[in-house]
């Protein structure tokens, strides 16, 4: 066996293009709703989804607005997951029955928002290791910066990209993959 592929897992080739698959599945991670109730990521396979930490407090927090016109506008095709996060300038300090009355309130969210989670650090949880590791997703690495980093993964759960916090839900670089 090549021992390049036996290290990278598995290799395909195709057009002398070398890619590498998750070593380990995203719709294994468990993650749970705002509600507390356990959400099974393996019910958006065939979809795309986005994942975005959120944050009530912060600079960005108007782009609720853009994520719930983009789960809007493409609900066929893409799941949006807000994924609240207090690591960055503590602008998510509230718990969980806050961080539901502030999105539905001031902008009317009705997209999957998760548990409030750690996204980096020590504590990270699994599913930004799978996210920002490429060891892990098989794709590449990241650090998440600030409040509303984007991942967006295809319907086969493999990563296509991230884009930071200044890239707007709307923006072409994210829904050119989208049409």
Same mark, same amino acid.
């Given at each position: 066996?090549?021992?390049?592929?036996?290290?990278?897992?598995? +290799?395909?080739?195709?057009?002398?293009?070398?890619?590498?698959?998750?070593?380990?599945?995203?719709?294994?991670?468990?993650?749970?709703?705002?509600?507390?109730?356990?959400?099974? +990521?393996?019910?958006?396979?065939?979809?795309?989804?986005?994942?975005?930490?959120?944050?009530?407090?912060?600079?960005?927090?108007?782009?609720?607005?853009?994520?719930?016109?983009?789960?809007?506008?493409?609900?066929?095709? +893409?799941?949006?997951?807000?994924?609240?996060?207090?690591?960055?300038?503590?602008?998510?300090?509230?718990?969980?029955?806050?961080?539901?009355?502030?999105?539905?309130?001031?902008?009317?969210?009705?997209? +999957?928002?998760?548990?409030?989670?750690?996204?980096?650090?020590?504590?990270?949880?699994?599913?930004?290791?799978?996210?920002?590791?490429?060891?892990?997703?098989?794709?590449?690495?990241?650090?998440?910066?600030?409040?509303?980093?984007?991942?967006?993964?295809?319907?086969?759960?493999?990563?296509?990209?991230?884009?930071?916090?200044?890239?707007?839900?709307?923006?072409?670089?994210?829904?050119?993959?989208?049409?």
């Amino acid at each position: 066996m090549n021992p390049l592929k036996a290290f990278v897992g598995t +290799l395909t080739t195709s057009d002398n293009i070398v890619t590498r698959k998750a070593s380990k599945p995203i719709y294994d991670i468990k993650l749970d709703s705002l509600q507390g109730q356990p959400i099974d +990521l393996a019910d958006f396979k065939g979809k795309k989804i986005l994942f975005v930490n959120v944050a009530s407090k912060c600079g960005f927090t108007p782009q609720y607005k853009e994520l719930q016109q983009l789960h809007d506008t493409y609900r066929e095709q +893409l799941v949006v997951i807000g994924i609240p996060c207090n690591q960055f300038g503590k602008q998510e300090p509230g718990d969980s029955n806050d961080i539901q009355q502030f999105c539905e309130v001031n902008y009317g969210v009705s997209f +999957l928002v998760t548990q409030k989670i750690n996204v980096k650090g020590h504590n990270q949880h699994p599913l930004y290791e799978w996210l920002t590791k490429k060891a892990i997703n098989g794709k590449k690495s990241s650090v998440v910066k600030w409040n509303f980093q984007k991942y967006l993964v295809d319907e086969e759960g493999e990563l296509i990209d991230y884009f930071y916090s200044i890239t707007k839900p709307t923006n072409s670089r994210i829904t050119k993959h989208l049409k």
